[in-house]
């Protein structure tokens, strides 16, 4: 029984030295582990890399659709740069990014801004609207006090470009109109004063 156990292990013996861990085996096992550790390290770099150039694109897309809210903000296209505004924090707000983080915080902020402006230069329309109706309908003794009104509102509304140039527009008109009244009262006076002295000219008296 004892020589059997014995045979049993030495059995054992001999067929782990020649399995796989077995000497001749083992440099195998070594390349392999090599192998799989260039793998493993292939696919970290592959990923990293896929990683990288997914957030450049990410971050190329947002700093794009920056400039363009600025560039309607620039032109005071309140109306398109709160959409594209909206629109961006939509899109963005997701990404863990710190600089496109950033930026949906700043655009958050100027949100408020923008639709300040946006109230601003409908009230500024509103107010144009009613000065334009006053023009139509004004007496020349008023385009004095009128043009005055005009130049209140373009100082308030100024940044808007439309409006500005519209009541510039009106309150050139009404200088011209008050250039005209006066030039045919002068021109009235003049002809009044000539027909005083023709009688004093004809008769010989100067």
């Known amino acids: 029984s004892q020589q059997a156990s014995g045979e049993d292990e030495e059995d054992e013996m001999n067929s782990k030295k020649s399995g796989i861990l077995a000497p001749e085996n083992r440099k195998y096992i070594y390349i392999g582990g090599a192998i ?69 915080e700043r655009t958050e902020l100027s949100i408020k801004g923008i639709e300040q402006s946006i109230e601003r230069e409908k009230e500024g329309t509103a107010k144009l609207k009613e000065l334009l109706d006053k023009k139509e309908n004004a007496t020349p003794d008023q385009y004095e ?7 209140k509102f ?13 009541a510039s527009s009106a309150a ?6 008050i250039a005209a009244k006066q030039e045919e009262e002068d021109t009235k006076i003049y002809n009044e004063l000539m027909a005083e002295i023709k009688p004093m000219v004809d008769g010989g008296r100067i």
Do not use: C
């Open 154 to 166: 373009i100082t308030k509304y100024a940044e808007f470009g439309r409006l500005f140039e519209k």
């Open 145 to 151: 006090d009128l043009t005055k009104e005009f130049g």
């Open 172 to 177: 050139k008109d009404l200088e011209a109109k």
């Open 36 to 104: 799989l550790l260039v793998l493993v390290a292939a696919f970290y770099v592959m990923h990293s890399r896929s990683v990288y150039e997914k957030n450049k694109k990410i971050g190329e897309e947002a700093t794009k659709a920056i400039t363009e809210i600025n560039g309607f903000v620039t032109t005071k296209d309140f109306v398109q740069a709160l959409e594209k505004s909206e629109a961006f924090i939509r899109e963005f707000k997701e990404y863990d990014m710190p600089e496109v983080k950033k930026n949906v």
